[in-house]
């Protein structure tokens, strides 16, 4: 299986820029769909990006459409998140997410999602 540990998180001031990490050991990232999700206090978890298994495919939340970029490196087995033109209702834990590529199609629920990172602090200050 796969494990995940996020980094690159930290404050930053609206219209800022941040890019994440995740880093995955232990099974290729490409062997799963992956994504971002976000949670902010008192919030559910939400969708932010995903990747499908394949590379081909990116998906995003409306809420960050034109803002952010999903990607990932297969050598070096991590998924990416850059977030530009970052704004205060984008401050949230986020966290990557992996289920396995072969067990069905990518997904914006995070209940679909098998393995998870701990999560890294965004903060967005006005």
């Known amino acids: 299986q796969v494990q995940l540990v996020e980094s690159g998180g930290g404050l930053v001031q609206a219209g800022g820029s941040l890019r994440l990490s995740c880093a995955a050991s232990?099974?290729?990232?490409?062997?799963?769909?992956t994504g971002w999700f976000r949670q902010a206090p008192g919030k559910e978890r939400e969708f932010v990006a995903a990747?499908?298994?394949?590379?081909?495919?990116?998906y995003y939340a409306d809420s960050v459409k034109g803002r952010f970029t999903i990607s990932r490196d297969n050598g070096k087995n991590i998924l990416y998140l850059q977030m530009n033109s970052l704004k205060p209702e984008d401050t949230a834990v986020y966290y990557c997410?992996?289920?396995?590529?072969?067990?069905?199609?990518?997904?914006?629920?995070?209940?679909?999602?098998?393995?998870w990172g701990q999560g890294t602090q965004v903060t967005v200050s006005s």
């Open positions: 997410a992996a289920k396995l590529r072969w067990g069905g199609s990518w997904s914006e629920s995070w209940h679909d999602y098998n393995y």
């Open positions: 990747i499908i298994g394949s590379g081909s495919s990116t």
């Open positions: 232990g099974r290729t990232l490409s062997n799963y769909h």
